[in-house]
């Protein structure tokens, strides 16, 4: 186990070993298992952000040897959402990675993760039907299915995400808990930039008028918080507020408002107990998402 304290000594000797195919990887980690190092594994689409980071420390500080994979995974994007326009820049990617003593990068391209002849999907049903599910047509298959592919090639005792991505994370749980998988999923706080701002790679596709309108999204979950501490239980009170959030600028297209159970994403109308609130909503061409946990006049992130 690497401590937290050594993280600093690591970053000045390390060089960050690139994988780009997969018998590559496979082999790394062989030899890893094989040495009894425990593998740490943070999967991403890359454009690496403070959130993405936050998620890297994490592994760094509880696993031998920590992997992070850039992958912008092409099933889990719908035909008119922005999979050729996602931003990629991997070699700022790497520079970021080597300051901050990631072992390993796992790159690989599309058409080996995806040859012609794949036919393998994922479903997770239920919970994937919610929310995310339900008007991204095939998008958490193409999740769980690129999860899988992921936690069998790197072969990680333990995997990082994301509580930003909420229902995401519940969806690769129950997978793996489902699929009887040799895998610790860990999860970690959603980051906000200091103007409260969930933390995105698609904030790159925001003007400096539009990010004005996106901060609607974690303002609007603000004042439901206080809402609630005062003492407001009704969902649709709350949802109607944040409606009026969302809309008082211009430019905010609302996908979802969802106050619901955080486990089985069913819909509550009244507040009571542990409630998830989350919003999906369009500004300009960048999709956002934010979320928040609250309880019964009692508040946490
Ligand atoms: P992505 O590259 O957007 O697919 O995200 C890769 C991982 O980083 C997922 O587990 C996300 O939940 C996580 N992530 C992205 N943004 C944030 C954030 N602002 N805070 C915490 N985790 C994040």
Redesign the pocket.
């Known amino acids: 186990m690497i401590e937290t304290k050594n993280i600093a000594a690591r970053r000045e000797t390390k060089t960050l070993q690139v994988a780009s195919s997969i018998s590559k990887m496979k082999e790394i980690a062989e030899s890893l298992r094989r040495q009894n190092l425990t593998i740490g594994f943070?999967?991403?689409?890359?454009c690496l952000?403070g959130?993405?980071l936050?998620?890297i420390k994490k592994s760094l500080e509880f696993c031998d040897r920590t992997v992070v994979s850039i992958f912008v995974n092409p099933t889990q994007f719908g035909r008119d959402e922005d999979l050729d326009s996602y931003p990629r820049q991997l070699e700022d990617d790497i520079e970021k990675l080597e300051a901050t003593a990631a072992d390993i990068l796992f790159h690989p391209g599309a058409e080996e993760m995806y040859p012609q002849n794949y036919k393998t999907h994922v479903q997770v049903q239920d919970i994937s039907e919610y929310l995310c599910g339900k008007n991204r047509d095939g998008f958490f298959i193409g999740v769980a299915t690129v999860v899988l592919k992921l936690f069998n090639i790197v072969r990680p005792h333990r995997a990082f995400?994301?509580?930003?991505?909420w229902q995401?994370l519940a969806v690769i749980e129950a997978m793996v808990e489902d699929l009887n998988l040799d895998v610790a999923v860990v999860r970690?706080?959603?980051?906000?930039e200091p103007d409260g701002l969930?933390?995105?790679?698609r904030n790159r596709y925001l003007s400096p008028q539009q990010r004005q309108t996106a901060l609607s999204l974690s303002r609007s979950l603000r004042e439901a918080r206080d809402n609630i501490r005062r003492g407001t239980t009704s969902a649709k009170v709350i949802s109607d507020a944040i409606q009026r959030c969302l809309l008082e600028k211009e430019g905010c297209e609302i996908d979802y408002i969802a106050i619901c159970d955080p486990e089985s994403f069913r819909a509550k109308e009244q507040i009571r107990g542990r409630t998830l609130i989350a919003i999906a909503a369009k500004v300009g061409v960048a999709r956002l998402i934010d979320n928040c946990i609250v309880e019964e006049n009692e508040c946490s992130e």
């Not at 995400?161 to 991505?165: H, I, L, P, R």
């Open positions: 943070v999967p991403t689409m890359g952000h959130g993405h936050r998620l995400f994301g509580e930003k991505d995401q970690v706080p959603l980051v906000r969930a933390m995105s790679s």
